[in-house]
């Protein structure tokens, strides 16, 4: 149902809202648009309160509305247009505009003295590729970052739009772990130095993988502004951002100058007052994100099958990707206990890749995993032979096998010689057993001679 909550302003909800007493409006890179609104309800029309959850919620601002911003220079109209993903740009007709589009994530009703008011939160349609977490890997390093973050978000069935990374390729595989995809196409923007952007007017599950590209706009009257500093790390410049107010909207990407310098709509707020909304934008030479959000990979180890070997690399098809290969990449081979005899896991071995640090591209193939589960510990050590050969290092015991057929260990306190075959134990001086206690068993006879 609509509901006008102002001159020029309604909204579209599944609630029979009777008035509005405050709206907020939030949005901004790397977080889920987000609108706040509080109201009374008309109690006369009925509505079930368990439905509100993951309904649609949009804020409208009517064909003729005000869109003049009067505080941008002499009043001038803002332009008609929108840019679209790829720079191409579109005429844009007078026509209601959506300011919001997305779903109500939390709702309380409360009743007193015969009336009833409601609290809606709600979020932009992103947020529903923020709920649930997969595990992947992407070891087609030849695509580029922008193809990785779409080849995420579309599994999950969002679309993006890319305006950054369409150039780099990945060069060393990536690894979704435990995270959304939205979380995830989040943290490879952060590390390409750039953001991901909620689409706020479709109510799909849809996103800008890079700041999005906007249309110019009007500039901003300096009269009325706030100022803001941060310290970025060491290496980079102070960060400065304007803060000013208009009751145009534009949309995070729209480029504009301020006070002479160039500048982008890094983000919006709205909310409203005196019948109608007030709109706060932050104004900044360039989007920068604050924190780069690293993958929780340090000292972590995702269990595999090999696929193929060649030199000393590997390429592996990981538990997570259900045993199917994502990809070519031949990840290094660097075995805990060294190298010396040049031994490779073969095709089919169970391996362990393994994470120095938090960066998933430095991952490398460190050791090989047990098939016999009895001696899964960590400081037993085996190798086999391809003719069946076995030496077996445990704690507390040393083994050769040769082909299964004959045997020897060497324990703490004692030595086992054994064989299917003809035993022979010969030197070129004494052969002498000596012990607390000697076995000697063999089902034919055992015969002792001196030459």
């Known amino acids: 149902m609509e509901i006008r909550i102002a001159e020029h302003i309604r909204i579209e909800a599944d609630i029979p809202l009777l008035h509005a007493e405050r709206l907020e409006m939030h949005w901004k890179p790397d977080r889920h ?19 509100l959850y993951n309904s649609k919620i949009t804020l409208i601002l009517e064909k003729g509305g ?45 009743r007193a003295a015969g009336t009833e008011t409601i609290s809606l939160y709600a979020l932009s349609g992103s947020y529903l590729l923020d ?6 890997s992407f070891q087609s390093v030849g695509n580029t970052w922008a193809e990785t973050a779409r080849e995420a978000v579309e599994a999950a069935g969002g679309r993006v739009i890319c305006t950054a990374g369409k150039e780099e390729t990945l060069g060393r595989p990536l690894i979704q772990l435990g995270e959304t995809a939205w979380a995830f196409a ?7 130095g750039t953001c991901v952007i909620p689409d706020i007017v479709t109510g799909g599950l849809n996103l800008w993988f890079g700041m999005r590209k906007g249309r110019e706009i009007p500039d901003f009257a300096p009269e009325q502004y706030t100022l803001s500093l941060r310290h970025g790390p060491s290496s ?29 709509i890094t983000e919006v707020r709205a909310c409203m007052e005196q019948g109608g909304l007030m709109f706060t934008y932050a104004l900044q030479k360039s989007y920068r994100p604050k924190h780069v959000s690293r993958g929780r990979f340090a000292g972590l180890g995702l269990a595999g099958t090999v696929v193929d070997t060649k030199d ?3 390429r592996i098809a990981l538990d997570i990707d259900r045993n199917v290969p994502t990809g070519d990449y031949d990840y290094p081979w660097y075995p805990s206990t060294g190298n010396a005899l040049y031994a490779m896991p073969e095709a089919g071995a169970r391996a362990v890749l393994y994470f120095p640090d938090g960066d998933e591209r430095n991952g ?12 899964d510990s960590h400081r037993d050590r085996c190798l086999a032979l391809e003719d069946g050969n076995l030496l077996q290092l445990f704690d507390g015991l040393v083994s050769f096998s040769r082909g299964g057929a004959s045997d020897a260990s060497l324990g703490d ?35 002792v001679y001196k030459s």
Not at 33 to 51: D, F
Not at 74 to 102: H, N
Not at 131 to 136: D, G, L, P, V
């Open 33 to 51: 648009a987000s609108l706040s609104l509080e109201g009374y309800i008309n109690t006369g029309i009925p509505y079930q309160m368990e439905t």
């Open 66 to 110: 005000d869109r003049t911003d009067k505080t941008a220079g002499e009043g001038r109209m803002a332009e008609r247009s929108e840019r679209a993903g790829d720079g191409r740009t579109a005429p844009q007709e007078e026509t209601d505009e959506i300011l919001f589009c997305g779903y109500v994530a939390r709702a309380e009703r409360s």
């Open 131 to 136: 709920q649930k977490e997969a595990s992947r």
């Open 186 to 192: 989040g943290r490879l923007a952060g590390q390409l």
């Open 236 to 264: 980079a410049p102070c960060e400065i951002c304007w803060h000013a107010e208009s009751r145009s909207f534009y949309k995070i990407g729209d480029q504009t100058s301020f006070m002479g310098e160039p500048a982008i």
């Open 312 to 314: 000393e690399r590997i």
């Open 364 to 375: 490398f193939i460190s050791e090989c995993l047990p098939e016999n589960k009895e001696r």
């Open 413 to 447: 306190g004692s030595v086992s010689i054994g064989t299917s075959g003809e035993l022979l134990l010969s030197a070129q001086g004494r052969v002498r057993l000596k012990g607390k206690r000697i076995h000697v068993y063999s089902e034919d006879e055992i015969t």
